[in-house]
């Protein structure tokens, strides 16, 4: 979760929020001073917790360190439940500060509207069964993954397709089997389609499939592929600036600069395949 900013709280006071999981404390901001804005951008990560109903983030303010006896004084809270945020999507909104007090946040507060705070958060909770259990499952998709793609695609909404190929991409990659699944749904795109200039342009399974695919081994083959050139490159004195209102030297010796610098980077990549 983040915990952004927070708006409607007296200026010129020092704020910070701790985040409760069903009254455990887990977290908790710095301290920041409620000027113009008031802004954590923090961002909270709690693996392996117990199963919980409920988030409490308490907004306090922080008590002046000139006045001894001047604590920290509770503003108020913000309850999220967690069957709002079970989604797939991260969800973001503006909550209300919740106080018992009423009249908690003073006068100033009223001029910036009831306070309230700024939180994006996601909860996930997977239940992962031993390995053998999902053979029969793993033996199905690698032998009928096209049908079970063909009969998907119309019914199901971009994030799912976006999802599920994901998963399929990392299932086949690790049987030996990215390569052939990759072909097969992208000819079925094909064919579907109809018209071959909106290849890997569109919403579907083939596309989100090789996005996950380019994702998963695109930095090993970038590094792979290009390193050498580009370190060349940065190492080497040449330029190839050709914009004559920059150009400092040969306009046109810097032009040949440029294209043999392309050209040896698409060599490289033509080569790549070899």
Request: proline fraction near 4%; glycine fraction near 6%; include cysteine.
């Amino acid at each position: 979760m983040w915990v952004y900013e927070a708006k409607g709280l007296p200026p010129k006071k020092k704020y910070f929020c701790e985040i409760n999981l069903d009254k455990t404390l887990y977290g908790r901001t710095s301290v920041k001073l409620k000027g113009d804005l008031l802004f954590w951008g923090e961002y909270f990560d709690f693996p392996d917790i117990p199963d919980i109903n409920l988030i409490t983030v308490n907004v306090f303010r922080e008590g002046e360190r000139k006045k001894k006896r001047d604590k920290h004084t509770y503003v108020g809270c913000v309850k999220i439940p967690i069957h709002e945020i079970t989604a797939r999507m991260f969800c973001e909104d503006w909550y209300p500060i919740i106080s018992d007090k009423v009249d908690s946040f003073g006068r100033n507060s009223v001029k910036d509207g009831f306070p309230t705070l700024r939180i994006k958060c996601r909860f996930q909770s997977i239940d992962i069964l031993p390995l053998e259990i999902y053979g029969d499952f793993l033996t199905y998709l690698k032998e009928h993954y096209k049908k079970v793609c063909e009969i998907l695609e119309p019914v199901i909404g971009v994030k799912a397709k976006e999802d599920i190929g994901q998963a399929l991409v990392l299932l086949m990659h690790s049987q030996g089997m990215a390569g052939a699944f990759l072909t097969d749904v992208v000819a079925l795109d094909l064919l579907r389609v109809g018209d071959q200039r909106l290849t890997f342009r569109g919403n579907s399974l083939a596309t989100k499939s090789m996005e996950a695919f380019l994702k998963l081994t695109g930095e090993q083959y970038l590094q792979d592929t290009l390193s050498a050139p580009i370190a060349e490159i940065i190492s080497s004195d040449r330029d190839c600036e050709v914009d004559p209102s920059k150009a400092t030297g040969s306009l046109s010796r810097q032009q040949q600069a440029l294209r043999n610098a392309v050209r040896v980077a698409w060599t490289s990549i033509a080569d790549s395949h070899k």
